[in-house]
């Protein structure tokens, strides 16, 4: 019985929330100068603190970090999860690149018994954000529905792309 209602409320959410994994293809947006979000800003320090990944283990952007992938929708996530199930397994390591993606506003239970072990089909780290808070300081609302790869040099932000497909976010990563 209780797995029935687990069942109902999970495809009443998915109803809801749409399935849909399309990413609307739209030109790459580059900024290089200003303020991206409240705690990303070209010319100054990148510090998100300590994540977590999908296994749990611990991970911070440090001074060998190059780029960082972030993503704040579901669609985007998909999209660089796709890309990246076309690299090698050592990919993001070889590029020093770091994968964020914000599930904090995912109902835990949809996150626990769905979502948390769909990542955990991935040997690469995905560092999961998990307090809203937390996301939006670093959340760009006019961008959200794209892949924010943000460009490091010693950990300081040398300038941020949003992109949409994966073609371009190959490009901005090599």
Do not use: R, W
């Amino acid at each position: 019985m209780k797995l029935k209602l687990m069942a109902a409320i999970f495809a009443s959410v998915l109803t809801i929330s749409g399935c849909s994994n399309k990413v609307e293809e739209k030109p790459v947006v580059k900024v290089e100068k200003g303020t991206i979000a409240p705690a990303i800003e070209i010319g100054k320090k990148f510090e998100p603190g300590t994540l977590k990944d999908q296994f749990g283990k611990e991970g911070t952007v440090d001074e060998n970090s190059e780029k960082v992938i972030m993503v704040f929708a579901k669609s985007t996530g998909h999209l660089v999860k796709e890309f990246l199930n076309t690299k090698p397994e050592n990919y993001l390591e070889e590029h020093h690149v770091i994968f964020i993606a914000d599930v904090s506003k995912m109902p835990s239970m949809i996150f626990k018994y769905a979502a948390l072990p769909d990542l955990q089909k991935h040997k690469y780290p995905i560092y999961l954000i998990l307090d809203e808070s937390v996301s939006q300081k670093f959340k760009n609302d006019k961008y959200k529905n794209y892949v924010m790869v943000i460009d490091l040099d010693h950990s300081v932000v040398k300038e941020v792309e949003f992109v949409t497909t994966a073609k371009d976010l190959e490009e901005a990563i090599d």
